[in-house]
């Protein structure tokens, strides 16, 4: 596909802004083969966990200028995906992008409280933006974006940022924001178009956040209550279990966890010898000789 049909394809994606929101075209590179990738997208069954973790955390990594990124000279692997991605419920760090998704000059604690985060983590927010005066200006962006990804992957359903290389960034957590377009092999000049047809459900389920609720559900207190009610071996949450800065005290009972388990600013200080956890466990501040042998390993 030429540079110009992809262009054509680009302009008809973003037509959905006009009714569902600010919509951006995106490139993730890869070592992985671009059509399973490609397919588990569309599919809806793509996990972060199984492309490792970055600066971060778990997620699609794409940046928004190929030709000027370490993405577009194969420092990620030389498949290179075109993705439309809904922006929507992004925490943006990019004041003009800001502007464009929220049709106001929103700051990160405004855009906080419009997406809906509770008012707890919202000062933790506030605290960690004004600690930044203390740190030189060259790094303030990217240990800014660090610690909210921390404390609010999960809450959001991803963040826009500028890197190191001073490229602009799309970090995505929920996948379903993120449908594959095109794809190519670095050194072709033309784009392979991903059918049509096969992209209509996801673009429509991207636009319009048309998912299974129970599969994204965002807030922690929320999802331990709903596995509260279940039978104790039945208490499975798949993929990564946020409780950053919540006032959780403990965890349930035959509790798995299929990702990572982040503790930090939490109050949990003791780990249920039958827990069960398959990535790493971040931030958790309680006495480690008391942790049952097979998470010790796991704590960061």
């Known amino acids: 596909m030429t540079s110009s049909l992809l262009r054509s394809l680009i302009r008809e994606t973003l037509l959905l802004e006009e009714i ?6 995106v490139y ?12 588990a997208l569309l599919d809806d069954t793509f996990d972060a966990g199984s492309v490792g973790t970055s600066a971060f955390g778990k997620g699609l990594y794409a940046v928004y200028d190929l030709n000027s990124s370490y993405t577009g000279e194969g420092g990620y692997g030389k498949n290179i995906i075109a993705l439309k991605v809904n922006l929507n419920e992004y925490l943006i760090f990019e004041p003009d992008i800001a502007l464009k998704v929220y049709k106001a000059p929103l700051s990160i604690i405004e855009q906080a409280q419009k997406i809906g985060i509770e008012k707890s983590l919202v000062e933790k927010l506030t605290r960690f933006i004004e600690e930044m005066s203390a740190i030189p200006k060259w790094q303030r962006g990217l240990v800014l974006t660090k610690k909210v990804s921390e404390l609010l992957k999960g809450r959001v359903k991803g ?19 993120a449908v594959p377009i095109a794809w190519k092999t670095l050194g072709d000049k033309s784009w392979n178009r991903v059918d049509r047809e096969s ?3 996801a673009l429509l ?3 319009t956040g048309n998912w299974a609720e129970d599969k994204y559900e965002f807030d922690p207190v929320r999802k331990l209550k709903k596995l509260a009610k279940l039978p104790v071996n039945q208490r499975v949450v798949k993929g990564d279990l946020n409780l950053a800065g919540t006032s959780i005290t403990s965890l349930l009972a035959g509790m798995r966890v299929d990702g990572d388990l982040n503790l930090s600013h939490s109050s949990i200080t003791f780990l249920p010898a039958d827990l069960q956890v398959s990535g790493r466990i971040y931030g958790f501040s309680g006495d480690t000789s008391k942790v049952p042998q097979h998470l010790k390993d796991k704590i960061e």
Request: net charge positive; hydrophobic share 35%.
């Open 20 to 25: 569902y929101g600010a919509q951006a075209v």
């Open 28 to 39: 993730h590179g890869t070592k992985a083969d671009p059509q399973v990738l490609i397919s």
């Open 159 to 177: 963040i826009v940022y500028t890197d190191i290389t001073k490229s602009k960034c799309v970090l995505v957590y929920d996948p379903t924001t």
């Open 199 to 201: 992209i209509k459900p």
């Open 205 to 207: 389920r991207s636009a």
